[in-house]
Nanobody
């Protein structure tokens, strides 16, 4: 059974940093594209960043380019999202997702996923 568990969320001041983790189990991790998505109150879920099976290809939303970095450690079945220079508008529940038969670009563009985690809340506020 494909499972994803996010961690690392919390309250941070504007300009601060957080690192989110997504631990996977129940499937062949390096066969799946992994993505981070977020949903703010009253808004639709949006793609933040996606990473290819081997980690060589990534995709970022324009709003986070230069501030967020996605990475994965296939030996640990874990994907990370390093978030720097956080802004209040980054406040949202952050979800990770996994999908087998698609590209990095398609996963982020169409929010394709075979499985979703339950999310971790990130609050950016002074």
């Amino acid at each position: 059974q494909l499972q994803l568990v996010e961690s690392g969320g919390g309250l941070v001041q504007p300009g601060g940093s957080l690192r989110l983790s997504c631990a996977a189990s129940g499937f062949t991790f390096n066969s799946y594209v992994i993505g981070w998505f977020r949903q703010a109150p009253g808004k639709e879920r949006e793609a933040v960043s996606c990473i290819s099976r081997g980690g060589s290809s990534t995709n970022y939303a324009d709003s986070v380019k230069g501030r967020f970095t996605i990475s994965r450690d296939n030996a640990k079945n874990t994907v990370y999202l390093q978030m720097n220079s956080l802004k209040p508008e980054d406040t949202a529940v952050y979800y990770c997702a996994a999908v087998g038969l698609t590209t990095v670009q398609a996963m982020c563009a169409y929010k394709r996923a075979d499985s979703w985690g339950k999310g971790t809340l990130v609050t950016v506020s002074s």
